[in-house]
């Protein structure tokens, strides 16, 4: 298992199936769709795709996060740029800089892949302290407006503040 980082209180390394029973207690989810989903995550790292991070503060799971090499998804999607996707702490570990170590992380490994990164965040108040968080670390939006399911909203056109309406968010990670 690789560690990617390591402090007296904090250790961020990669995430593997035997991880996913715990990281689902730790969000109270333990149901078969959010086993699934990490399944799928370790799957993906297995394949080569992406490297799932986990964050371990005092030895208890505190958040998580995904690069994906070439992501697929979101604004920038398929266009072979690394993306940032499903950041994550859990509330107890908030305040404690484990989401911009994290990001620290991610970024690090996304420049072998590319000079820029990418991810797009939900524009509900929900991700307020996620859209503060990537605008203080230097992403800036794609140029292009709101996403909503992945297409670029037209203006005047109707979409619902759920976690489909998304900015993408880009970084030159070379600056």
């Not at 799928?40 to 394949?47: D, F, G, L, S």
């Not at 030895?59 to 950041?87: R, S, T």
């Not at 292009?144 to 399911?149: A, P, Q, W």
């Amino acid at each position: 298992m690789k560690i990617f980082y390591e402090s007296e209180n904090l250790v961020i390394r990669q995430m593997n199936a035997e991880d996913i029973t715990d990281i689902c207690k730790a969000q109270n989810d333990t149901s078969e769709k959010n086993r699934n989903y990490f399944k799928n995550q370790v799957a993906n790292q297995e394949k080569e795709n992406s490297t799932a991070l986990l964050a371990l503060y005092r030895g208890e799971i505190a958040g998580y996060v995904f690069l994906y090499f070439k992501c697929k998804w979101g604004g920038l999607g398929n266009q072979g740029i690394p993306g940032v996707v499903d950041l994550k702490v859990l509330e107890p570990y908030r305040k404690k800089g484990i989401g911009n170590r994290l990001m620290d992380v991610a970024e690090e490994i996304a420049g072998a892949y590319g000079d820029k990164v990418y991810l797009d965040v939900c524009l509900n108040s929900d991700y307020g302290a996620a859209q503060r968080l990537y605008i203080k670390r230097g992403y800036l939006p794609d140029g292009k407006g709101v996403y909503y399911e992945e297409k670029i909203c037209p203006v005047d056109a109707p979409c619902k503040n759920d976690d489909e309406l998304t900015l993408c968010l880009i970084k030159d990670l070379r600056k």
